[in-house]
């Protein structure tokens, strides 16, 4: 697998297979906290926190999937998809801080 390799964008990536699971990772390195949206039962897409941009994706079962034989514009258009549906339910920043400031208030009340 390649480490550190820059793609067309110049985007850092890195991308990892794990054998035991099935499951190919790729990670943008950029060192975002992200959280995870499912795409279908195969792909899921990594999320920044903050931005709400991708920082990765995992493809699972890999393998067992023949992922290599599904086309790559599918799955593009399915993040693309999934990114635009999660829009109005991402808190935004501003909202973000309001819960930890209520709950800062309650703690320390």
Do not use: W
Request: glycine content about 8%; some cysteine; proline content about 3%.
């Amino acid at each position: 697998m390649k480490s550190g390799v820059k793609g067309q964008m110049n985007v850092d990536f890195s991308e990892t297979y794990d054998q035991e699971d099935d499951v190919y990772y790729v990670t943008f390195k950029t060192g975002e906290p992200s959280y995870c949206v499912e795409v279908d039962d195969v792909l899921l897409l990594e999320v920044g926190l903050f931005t709400n941009l991708p920082t990765g994706f995992r493809i699972l079962n890999f393998h067992k999937n023949n992922v290599n034989a599904v086309r790559l514009g599918v799955l593009i258009k399915k993040m693309k998809d999934t990114i635009e549906d999660s829009k109005g339910t991402i808190p935004s920043i501003a909202q973000r801080e309001q819960a930890v400031g209520r709950a800062l208030e309650k703690v320390l009340a």
